[in-house]
């Protein structure tokens, strides 16, 4: 019977597993690594915004008297990595990589004992509706992470976002 539990954990995790998240062994999740790509190019800094929201454990936490639903921050990258640390208090993460003129890659991320870090291959796709995209889904969830008081966030990860946001704007009006 115990054999054919284990079998079946076995098989479920074997499906879940997606093509771009690997994971690597640890005694509990601590960070999410990612490797950046884009077809027939290098990666532009300027062009590119990584935000991480980590979903508190419970329904809400609680900072200065005012409830908060989730842990956003900006994410720094290299021209080809990223990575972003759990907070004690997370549970999940999901991280939105934005690419001007690519494809919108997230993924979300548990944490989980016996998971050290997972590697999140981001593999951005060219796309003819990227701008489109950006206004219309990416700008809004933006604007929501920089504005919201339900939404933990530096006062100095509001400003990067803001200013990326600004810079990608820009770049958007002056190629269109």
């Not at 062009?47 to 609680?62: D, E, N, Q, Y």
């Not at 944490?111 to 796709?125: D, T």
């Amino acid at each position: 019977m115990i054999n054919r539990f284990l079998l079946a954990v076995l098989v479920l995790f074997l499906l879940s597993c997606s093509e771009n998240i690997s994971r690597t062994a640890g005694l509990y999740t601590k960070t999410v690594e990612g490797r950046l790509t884009a077809e027939s190019t290098e990666i532009d800094p300027d062009k590119l915004l990584i935000v991480a929201c980590g979903k508190a454990r419970g329904w809400m936490t609680f900072k200065d008297n005012t409830p908060s639903y989730r842990n956003c921050r900006y994410v720094f990258a290299s021209a080809d990595k990223f990575v972003t640390l759990f907070e004690s208090n997370e549970s999940e993460i999901t991280i939105l990589a934005y690419y001007a003129g690519y494809t919108t890659v997230s993924g979300t991320f548990s944490r989980s004992l016996g998971i050290g870090s997972y590697n999140f291959a981001v593999n951005f796709l060219p796309s003819r509706n990227w701008e489109n995209e950006y206004r219309l889904l990416i700008k809004p969830y933006l604007n929501e992470i920089v504005n919201s008081d339900r939404i933990r966030i530096s006062i100095e990860d509001r400003g990067i976002i803001s200013k990326k946001m600004e810079t990608l704007e820009k770049n958007s009006a002056s190629n269109g």
